[in-house]
């Protein structure tokens, strides 16, 4: 009998000093400030904030070794799943294209910020694009954010990129941003260009019938 009073105690002594247990929650980027623990997880374009408070047993001066251990009360954890704007590609060049004549794309992706309402406080998730990927449909690839290109065969080629964006996030009445290792990359829309084997030929204009000849004052018809 007190052998087995003597394990329980010591259960249960383990138990208070080994404080809370791992967060129940999905998110696997984790922090804490206080009771407030907290995490992002990113998936595909997407990503997830979590958040939960944690609050201490209460310490009990006499109370007779419990049959099994209780876990620390907890609210339910909350999480919001936010996703960055899609970046647009755009271009102020025409779609219809002569073999080597350049064209230039950029793309509408922006440093911007995100709200919502956690757990009654107001967190905020940045996103900040750190990588476009350009792919012109013939092959071509390029890391410049505002390139230029030429195609060197006739066809219809698609034109995309693919945007990286850095994650971070907060909660209002802290400074630290807490930031997520995995970058969200998002493929904007495709862009079309046809490119036809020979220069456009520019049309004469209609000849017509004038007075004389049209070199020298006024004529009619000229």
């Not at 809370?20 to 595909?44: T, Y």
């Not at 390139?147 to 066809?155: E, K, N, Q, R, T």
């Not at 070199?215 to 000229?222: A, K, Q």
Request: aromatic letters at 12%; charged letters at 15%; one cysteine or more.
């Amino acid at each position: 009998m007190l052998r087995t009073f003597a394990s329980l105690s010591l259960a249960l002594v383990f138990w208070i000093h080994s404080g809370p247990p791992a967060h129940a929650m999905s998110c696997d980027n984790r922090g804490a400030a206080d009771r407030l623990h907290f995490g992002s997880n990113v998936s595909g374009e997407q990503v997830t904030i979590c958040a939960e408070y944690w609050w201490p047993p209460s310490p009990q001066k006499k109370a007779p070794p419990p049959k099994k251990p209780t876990t620390p009360s907890k609210v339910v954890p909350n999480f919001f799943v936010v996703t960055p704007a899609k970046p647009r590609a755009f271009t102020a060049d025409s779609s219809v294209l002569s073999i080597g004549q350049s064209f230039s794309v950029a793309t509408s992706a922006t440093t911007h910020v995100l709200k919502n309402t956690l757990l009654g406080r107001l967190a905020l998730v940045s996103f900040r694009p750190t990588k476009t990927i350009w792919h012109f449909g013939d092959g071509g690839r390029t890391s410049t954010p505002r390139p230029s290109h030429a195609f060197f065969a006739a066809g219809t080629f698609k034109v995309y990129a693919v945007v990286t964006y850095a994650v971070k996030f907060r909660f209002v009445g802290t400074t630290r941003w807490f930031s997520d290792p995995r970058g969200i990359a998002i493929k904007t829309n495709a862009l079309r260009f046809r490119v036809s084997q020979k220069p456009a030929i520019r049309q004469a204009g209609k000849p017509l019938l004038v007075l004389y000849d049209c070199l020298g004052g006024f004529r009619i018809g000229c």
